[in-house]
């Protein structure tokens, strides 16, 4: 399953030399990890509910190992000050959904395990 590595870059990125260097070496260190670029620090168009300060960076992955072994590595470690000596962030590595994912039968499980939960019993589910 795919997984992501999402962050929230804000206030705008302030763009220096060692954030120019940190963006010249990331790509070395996401390929052995199959990693790639899906949004890199694009401001939102529209932000339709809610806030959303900053930038967003979208990084895919075949595997959330693939996610954690990247972010964990030594050589990605060794460039994250040059970026966060310069901006604040928040990353998030997540899992992506299962190819033929349906949302329809997620609601229904978890449907019916709020109702286990609660005690109710249906008289067709004896």
């Avoid at 060692?18 to 620090?41: C, K, N, S, W």
């Avoid at 030594?74 to 349906?102: C, F, K, N, S, W």
Wanted: hydrophobic letters at 40%.
């Amino acid at each position: 399953m795919t997984a992501y590595a999402i962050g929230n870059l804000h206030p705008e990125p302030v763009l220096n030399d060692e954030v120019f260097v940190y963006m010249e070496h990331i790509q070395a260190t996401l390929d052995p990890f199959g990693g790639r670029f899906l949004v890199h620090g694009a401001p939102a168009r529209e932000v339709r509910e809610g806030t959303w300060p900053g930038a967003v960076v979208i990084i895919g992955f075949p595997t959330f190992e693939d996610a954690r072994g990247w972010y964990d590595s030594d050589a990605y470690q060794a460039l994250i000050p040059l970026r966060t000596r310069h901006m604040a962030g928040d990353i998030l590595l997540v899992d992506g959904t299962p190819e033929g994912y349906d949302p329809v039968r997620t609601a229904a499980h978890l449907r019916g395990t709020r109702a286990a939960a609660a005690g109710d019993v249906r008289p067709d589910e004896d």
